[in-house]
């Protein structure tokens, strides 16, 4: 093999190799950007935009401590009067 050859092969695969983290670093870049995003969005606890997660949750712990005990005979679910 001629030695201009050799030279631009062996450029070739630099540049290949510098390609290849370049492509590394973006996809990096995107997927974090994107786990970022997510975890804001679901699980955040910022008191002005609470994620899906704990809205959910919230809702949930509200609605078990609201409940009112069941009565055999109890018609109206309103309050918590048992008739005897």
Not at 48 to 76: E, H, R
């Amino acid at each position: 093999m001629s030695q201009i050859k050799q030279k631009s092969l062996l450029k070739l695969v630099r540049n290949n190799k510098a390609q290849v983290l370049v492509e590394y670093l973006l996809l990096m870049t995107i997927a974090i950007g994107c786990a970022t995003l997510l975890t804001k969005k679901l699980i955040g606890r910022e008191s002005s935009d609470k994620g899906l997660v704990i809205k959910a949750w919230d809702n949930i712990l509200n609605t078990i401590s609201t409940d009112l005990p069941d009565c055999a005979k109890q018609t109206n679910f309103d309050s918590a009067n048992c008739p005897n």
